[in-house]
């Protein structure tokens, strides 16, 4: 079955040490996205990739990045993580980003900085 | 500002009644409307959609319905089953503000008792 993937599906880092949340996906879909979800919050977009171009959003912090070396695999990095970074992490494809494509969902990462 | 809000927390219905989960936001430029579906430890899985062009979308037990005069839409389930409890989210797109980003509630928490 077409899927997209997350590894892993926890996580535990220390406070400032930098950590990468992984993404892949078999939908061969061109926008993949990254949200951040906490506790009975709404899920976030930190950013996402229409095929190679980034698109940050305007209140993601810095310390938050990612990288999409092609088409499957999309990647979160977290470069100092502080307590409040932690959450659950999903990622997410579009075949397009026009009305009318939904979203599929990893099943997402659970980051816990100790 | 919360742009799409799902002001019930939770919602319990007795199994094959009518679930009705609600939804209202604020920016009059959304065209596209969709309802995903939560289990823990899973990603959110889309159920169903309906464009602003659209009053109402119905699939199967499921029925979207969408005013936009008091931009308010719904999700009708009937009959609700006990595989139907999940955390129901429900989420907005503007397209040509946003580059199609998603605009997610909080969501609601359904419960349907057998």
């Known amino acids: 079955d077409a899927m997209v993937i997350q590894n892993p599906r926890y996580q535990v880092t220390q406070f400032g040490k930098p950590v990468t949340l992984s993404c892949s996906q078999t939908l061969n879909h061109n926008v993949m996205y990254w949200y951040q979800q906490k506790s009975s919050q709404a899920p976030k977009l930190l950013f996402h990739?229409?095929?190679?171009?980034?698109?940050n959003e305007a209140d993601t912090p810095d310390n938050f990045q990612s990288r999409r070396p092609n088409t499957s695999f999309c990647f979160l990095d977290i470069r100092s993580p502080g307590l409040g970074d932690a959450a659950m992490y999903l990622c997410?494809?579009?075949?397009?980003?026009?009305?009318?494509?939904?979203?599929?969902f990893g099943p997402g990462t659970r980051l816990t900085v100790t | 500002d919360q742009q799409v809000k799902q002001n019930s927390p939770s919602l319990s219905v007795q199994e094959g009644r009518i679930s009705i989960l609600n939804c209202d936001y604020t920016?009059?430029?959304?065209?596209?409307f969709l309802w995903y579906k939560k289990y823990p430890a899973e990603g959110p899985t889309f159920l169903i959609s309906i464009s602003s062009i659209k009053d109402k979308n119905e699939d199967g037990r499921f029925t979207v319905f969408l005013n936009k005069s008091a931009k308010h839409l719904s999700l009708h389930i009937v009959p609700s089953q006990p595989g139907d409890s999940a955390v129901y989210f429900c989420a907005a797109k503007d397209y040509g503000g946003s580059q199609g980003n998603l605009i997610f509630g909080k969501g609601t928490k359904l419960s349907v008792k057998p």
């Open positions: 920016n009059s430029m959304f065209d596209y």
């Open positions: 997410a494809t579009s075949r397009d980003r026009a009305s009318g494509y939904e979203q599929y």
């Open positions: 990739y229409y095929d190679k171009d980034f698109n």
